[in-house]
C-alpha cells in the first residue's frame, strides 16, 4: 500500500485509516510501508493536508502502534524516496543527480548524502529510495536528470559516495546507526538504455555492454555496502529485470558475493503478466529471480497460491523474508522500543555543526547545497562577456529567468512559503544589480509561445540599451496537483508545459523553436547576449550557439541555483563539465564520449563531432599537463592491487583560488574488441591556488584498467593510451600505460 493513504493528520494528531487497517487485517502485519511522507501531485499531499516535518515520527509511530496491537508486532521498515533529498515537505532539496555529476566532486557527494540521511533518520525513516545506478546513453529520455553522468566510472565514484554518506558504514554487514538510513539503489539494469529513449523500454544490448556500462555503478554500490537494490521495468535483450535470475541471484549475489534485499519498481511484478499466464505465475518469476520485497504489487500477494501449485518453493519464499528481517535488524530495529516522543526538528540548532536528533544543523546542509549548486555550473563559452561588471543594466529574459520550479527537477516536494533561501536567476541578479538595472521579460513558454503579442517585443524593449542581455532557456519537470498520473506516479496526462521527468521522454532534444524566437529576439535589440540553459537533459545546442556569445549550461541547480548561476556570471566561479554528452542535432544519436570506434564516415549532412563531449568546459586561467614516464603494471599485480601511477600538472594563472575537476581519459587497445573512442578512467576535484602549480597524483587500479565485460573488473594485458586534455581522441603527448603479462609484454608487443 501506499504510505499517504495510510495515516493522515487530523486535528493536530495522526490518524490511522481504515486502509491501514484493511491491509493489516487482511496480512496480520505490515512488513513494509512507502511514503508515509511522501508529498508531491501524484501523492496530492501539501503543506495544508500533509504532515509537519517536526511530527513526523509520531505519524510513524502511529502506524507503528497499530501493527503491534493488532498485527503481528514485527516492527515495519518504513520507505521513503530521496532522488535528491527526502521527498517530504520541509525535506531539503539537493541539485540533481546530472548537476552533481556535473561537479564530479565525490566529497562533496558524501557529505550532502550524510546530510540527507540524518534529516531522514531523525524524522523515523529507514530506507531512502536513491537513484544513482542509471546511465544517461539517450538524452531523449526524460529521467536524464536522475543520472549521475553517461559515463559508467563517473557514475560508478559517486554512487559509492551516496552509499557511503547515508548509510555510514563500510561494508554490508555493518549495523547502520540511528544517524543514517538504509539504501535501496535504483534502478538495476540497463534502464538508461531504452529503445528510443523511452522510458521502461526494453535495453537490447549484449553482455559486454551491460557489464561495461550498465553494472558497473551497481557493482561498486555493492562493494560500497549498499543494503539494497531496485530491479528496474526495463527488460535486458528480452528479459525483465524483476524475473532475471540470472542478474539478480547470478551475478550480483553469487559473482560479486553480496547479499542484501532486492525491491521490485512500483507495480513491476503485475507488469510481468504480460510474459506471465496468471499472477501466481508472475509472483513466482520474480521471488525465484531474487525479488524480495514488492512496491504496490497485486501479483506479488499471490505467492501463497503459486507454491501450493509448485511453481515456486517454500524455501525461496523463506530465503526473501530472511532478508527482509537481516534488514529490519541491520537497522537496529529488533528489540528497540518504538520512540513516542517526535524527532527533533532537523537543523534546529542554530551552533555551527550542530545536530539536533542526528540532524545537520540546518545552516550547515544549506553551505553544502549551495555550494554544489556552484559546482553544477558549465561555462561552455564566455564571448569576453563575462565576468559581468558592476553598475551593467542588464536583461534578464527567458521561460527559465524566473521561474523557480524550472531549477528543482521532478520528484521535489512543494517548497515552503514563504521561501527565503531560493532564487531565481533574476531574484540573484535583481539582488546583485539594484532593480533598477535589471529589466525583466518573459518572451515565451518552454514549449511555445505566450499568448501576449507582443511578448517578443517586451523582449526586444528589454534588450535595447542594455549592456548584457542574459536569455535564461532550457527545461522543467514541474509537475502540477492538476496532472494526470500513471499507477506509478509518473507524468501520464498532458503536463503541457513539462519537458524532463519520468513519462516526460522527448523525440526531439532540440531547444523548441519557440525559445529560440526569444533568442532572435533579445539579439534583434542589439545587446551581447549571455545564453544559460537551465535543464535535466542533454539539448541539441548547435543553433543556440550560433545566436549567442557566451553559453552556460547547468542541470537543475536546486533551489539556490539562480544565485549559482549569478555567481558564475558575476565572479567567474563557474567549474562544472559536462556529466554527458551535446548531440550536434536531433537525428545525431547515441553520442556518449565513450561510444564504440566506427568504421563509417558518419552522416553526409551533419558533422557527428560537433557535439559537446562529456567533460566540456571553459576554465579560464586554468591549465593541466599530464607528467612523468608512462607506467607499467602487470596484471597479476593489478589484481592484488596495484595500481599504475601518473601525475598532472595543474596551473592556475588567475587571481584567484579555483576549485576544478581534474579527469583522466583513456582508450583501450584490447586485442579483438574495438575501442570505445574515449572513457573516463579516473575524476578529482582540487583546489588551485592562484599563480601556482598543483601536482595531482593518480593511482589507477583494477577499476580504471581492468576490463568490466562481465560486470566486475578483472586484469587483462592490455594497453590504454591515457590524457587530461578535452580531446575526444588521443593526442600526441598521451601516455601509453601498460598492464603486462607475465613476461612483461603487452598484446599490443608480441
Not at 583522466?664 to 582540487?686: C, T
Amino acid at each position: 500500500m501506499k504510505g499517504w493513504e495510510a495515516v493522515r493528520w487530523v486535528d493536530g494528531a495522526p490518524r490511522v485509516t481504515d486502509v491501514l487497517r484493511r491491509e493489516v487485517d487482511r496480512w496480520g502485519g505490515l512488513g513494509a510501508l512507502y511514503g508515509v511522507l511522501r508529498a508531491d501531485p501524484w501523492s496530492a499531499v501539501r503543506w495544508d493536508n500533509g504532515i509537519p516535518p517536526e511530527r513526523s515520527a509520531e505519524a510513524y509511530a502511529a502506524v507503528q502502534d497499530h501493527v503491534n496491537t493488532f498485527g503481528d508486532g514485527i516492527p515495519v521498515l518504513f520507505v521513503e524516496e530521496a532522488p535528491h533529498g527526502l521527498m517530504a515537505l520541509g525535506g531539503t532539496t539537493l541539485p540533481v543527480n546530472l548537476a552533481l555529476g556535473a561537479g564530479m566532486d565525490a566529497e562533496l557527494t558524501e557529505e550532502l548524502a550524510a546530510a540527507v540521511a540524518a534529516e531522514a533518520r531523525a524524522r523515523g525513516t529507514h530506507v531512502a529510495l536513491v537513484s544513482g545506478l542509471d546511465v544517461l546513453r539517450d538524452p531523449r529520455w526524460g529521467r536524464a536528470e536522475e543520472c549521475f553522468s553517461e559515463d559508467p566510472a563517473l557514475a560508478a565514484l559517486l554512487v559509492a559516495a551516496t552509499v557511503r554518506g547515508m548509510q555510514g558504514t563500510a561494508s554490508a554487514s555493518d549495523p547502520i546507526d540511528g544517524t543514517h538510513v538504509a539504501v535501496v539503489a535504483k534502478h538495476l539494469a540497463g534502464q538508461g538504455a531504452g529503445i528510443g529513449g523511452r522510458n521502461g523500454s526494453g535495453a537490447p544490448i549484449g553482455r559486454r555492454e551491460l557489464g561495461e556500462i550498465h553494472l558497473r555503478p551497481a557493482h561498486a554500490a555493492a562493494r560500497a555496502g549498499v543494503a539494497g537494490f531496485m530491479a528496474a521495468y526495463n527488460d535486458v535483450d528480452g528479459v525483465p529485470c524483476s524475473a532475471n535470475e540470472e542478474l539478480l541471484t547470478g551475478t550480483i549475489r553469487k559473482q560479486w558475493g553480496w547479499d542484501g534485499l532486492v525491491m521490485a519498481d512500483g507495480t513491476a511484478i503485475d507488469r510481468l503478466r504480460d510474459s506471465s499466464p496468471d499472477p501466481a505465475f508472475a509472483a513466482a518469476l520474480a521471488l525465484k529471480a531474487g525479488v524480495d520485497l514488492s512496491l504496490w504489487d497485486e501479483a506479488f500477494t499471490h505467492i501463497e497460491p503459486a507454491i501450493e501449485r509448485g511453481l515456486v518453493d517454500v524455501a525461496v519464499l523463506d530465503r526473501a523474508v530472511d532478508r527482509v528481517l537481516a534488514l529490519k535488524r541491520r537497522l537496529g530495529l529488533f528489540g528497540a522500543p518504538t520512540p513516542d516522543q517526535p524527532a527533533a526538528s532537523a537543523g534546529a540548532s542554530d551552533a555551527p555543526g550542530a545536530t539536533d536528533g542526528g540532524a545537520p544543523a540546518a545552516r550547515d546542509l544549506v553551505e553544502l547545497v549551495d555550494r554544489a549548486a556552484r559546482q553544477s555550473v558549465v561555462l561552455v563559452d564566455d564571448g569576453g562577456l563575462l565576468p559581468l561588471r558592476p553598475g551593467q543594466t542588464l536583461a534578464v529574459v527567458g521561460p527559465n529567468a524566473d521561474d523557480l520550479d524550472a531549477q528543482l527537477g521532478d520528484y521535489t516536494p512543494p517548497r515552503p512559503a514563504p521561501d527565503p533561501g531560493a532564487s531565481t536567476v533574476r531574484s540573484a541578479l535583481t539582488a546583485r544589480f539594484g532593480a533598477d538595472h535589471v529589466r525583466y521579460a518573459e518572451g515565451s513558454r518552454l514549449r511555445g509561445p505566450l499568448e501576449e503579442t507582443d511578448a517578443l517585443d517586451q523582449v526586444r524593449a528589454a534588450s535595447a540599451g542594455a549592456d548584457v542581455c542574459v536569455v535564461v532557456l532550457g527545461g522543467t519537470s514541474r509537475r502540477t496537483y492538476d496532472d494526470e498520473f500513471a499507477d506509478n506516479g509518473a507524468v501520464d496526462g498532458p503536463a503541457l508545459d513539462t519537458t524532463n521527468g519520468e513519462g516526460v521522454d522527448l523525440a526531439s532534444v532540440a531547444l523548441p523553436q519557440a525559445q529560440l524566437d526569444v533568442v532572435r529576439a533579445a539579439r534583434q535589440g542589439g545587446s551581447p547576449v549571455v545564453a544559460v540553459v537551465l535543464d535535466g537533459r542533454p539539448r541539441a545546442l548547435t543553433e543556440l550557439r550560433s545566436l549567442v556569445d557566451a553559453l552556460l549550461v547547468v542541470p537543475f541547480p536546486g533551489p539556490s541555483g539562480g544565485e549559482a548561476v549569478a555567481a558564475a556570471l558575476c565572479d567567474g566561479t563557474a567549474s562544472g563539465r559536462l556529466p554527458a554528452t551535446f548531440p550536434a542535432a536531433d537525428s545525431v544519436m547515441p553520442v556518449a564520449h565513450d561510444e564504440r570506434m566506427e568504421t563509417a564516415r558518419g552522416y553526409v549532412d551533419t558533422d557527428v563531432l560537433q557535439r559537446l563531449p562529456l567533460g566540456t568546459a571553459l576554465l579560464p586561467g586554468i591549465t593541466a599537463r599530464l607528467t612523468g614516464e608512462a607506467p607499467s603494471v602487470a596484471a597479476a599485480a593489478l589484481a592484488a592491487g596495484g595500481t599504475a601511477q601518473l601525475t598532472v600538472e595543474v596551473t592556475n594563472a588567475g587571481t584567484h583560488p579555483r576549485s576544478v575537476p581534474v579527469p583522466l581519459y583513456g582508450r583501450r587497445h584490447e586485442p579483438g574488441v574495438r575501442p570505445r573512442r574515449r572513457q573516463l578512467l579516473a575524476v578529482r576535484r582540487v583546489t588551485v591556488a592562484p599563480g601556482t602549480t598543483t601536482e595531482v597524483g593518480f593511482g589507477l587500479g583494477l577499476d580504471a584498467l581492468g576490463s568490466w565485460a562481465g560486470g566486475a573488473p578483472v586484469a587483462e594485458p592490455v594497453t590504454i593510451s591515457v590524457w587530461c586534455t578535452p580531446e575526444s581522441d588521443p593526442p600526441a603527448h598521451a601516455l601509453p600505460v601498460r598492464v603486462t603479462d607475465q613476461n612483461g609484454a603487452t598484446p599490443w608487443e608480441r
